[in-house]
């Protein structure tokens, strides 16, 4: 499987193989282990790393050799299930969050009122019996919230709607 790393800004394009992994189109020795809560043992081309991981709202905090890095990862089915439901994402005003297929709600995590951060966790959809978070696209407060678990809705349909937060 594919995956969007994102490293302080900078993206990259990730590739899990049995031999180790595929590094922007260029494959690359790699393996690596948990040693214990946050602690990776990582071999990248014969060289070991120990890298410390802390999981943040926005994605991972790493530490490697003091350095510290912000990385965000993003598998290829994530990234496509957010492109569609961004489409028509921009502006001021009400932001609408659209079912990016048809599915069932199986959980509600926020509520009219709410305050919410870009990233946050708005609804959960299943599609296919995969469960989807489907997240604020921009800090805002929730306006309206347009469906309750077990709910089936269809492709485009407004989940939730938010006022988003004036610059």
Same mark, same amino acid.
Not at 1 to 8: A, N, R, S, T
Not at 27 to 36: G, K, M, T
Not at 55 to 70: Q, S
Not at 95 to 119: F, Y
């Given at each position: 499987?594919?995956?969007?790393?994102?490293?302080?800004?900078?993206?990259?394009?990730?590739?899990?193989? #049995? =031999?180790?992994?595929?590094?922007?189109? =260029?494959?690359?020795?790699?393996?690596?282990?948990?040693?214990?809560?946050?602690?990776? +043992?990582?071999?990248?081309d014969?060289?070991?790393?120990?890298?410390?991981?802390?999981?943040?709202?926005?994605?991972?905090?790493?530490?490697?050799?003091?350095r510290?890095?912000?990385v965000?990862?993003?598998?290829?089915?994530?990234? !496509?299930?957010?492109a569609? !439901?961004? +489409?028509?994402?921009?502006?001021?005003?009400? +932001?609408?969050?659209?079912?990016?297929?048809?599915?069932?709600?199986?959980?509600?995590?926020?509520?009219?009122?709410?305050?919410? =951060?870009?990233?946050?966790?708005?609804?959960?959809?299943?599609?296919?019996k995969?469960?989807?978070?489907?997240? !604020?696209?921009?800090?805002?407060? #929730?306006?309206?919230?347009?469906?309750?678990?077990?709910?089936?809705?269809?492709?485009? +349909?407004?989940?939730?709607?938010?006022?988003a937060?004036?610059?």
């Amino acid at each position: 499987m594919k995956y969007h790393v994102e490293v302080d800004g900078a993206g990259f394009e990730v590739e899990r193989l #049995v =031999s180790g992994l595929r590094l922007n189109g =260029s494959e690359r020795a790699a393996e690596f282990a948990w040693l214990a809560d946050g602690e990776v +043992q990582l071999t990248l081309d014969g060289a070991n790393h120990r890298v410390f991981a802390r999981r943040t709202p926005a994605g991972w905090r790493l530490t490697v050799r003091g350095r510290t890095f912000d990385v965000t990862v993003e598998d290829e089915r994530t990234r !496509a299930l957010r492109a569609l !439901a961004d +489409q028509g994402a921009g502006g001021r005003g009400p +932001q609408e969050l659209r079912a990016p297929m048809p599915g069932l709600i199986t959980r509600v995590l926020a509520e009219a009122g709410q305050r919410v =951060s870009a990233g946050d966790g708005l609804v959960v959809i299943e599609a296919m019996k995969m469960e989807n978070e489907l997240r !604020a696209r921009e800090p805002g407060t #929730v306006a309206e919230i347009e469906v309750r678990a077990g709910d089936v809705v269809d492709r485009d +349909q407004v989940l939730v709607t938010l006022e988003a937060e004036t610059p």
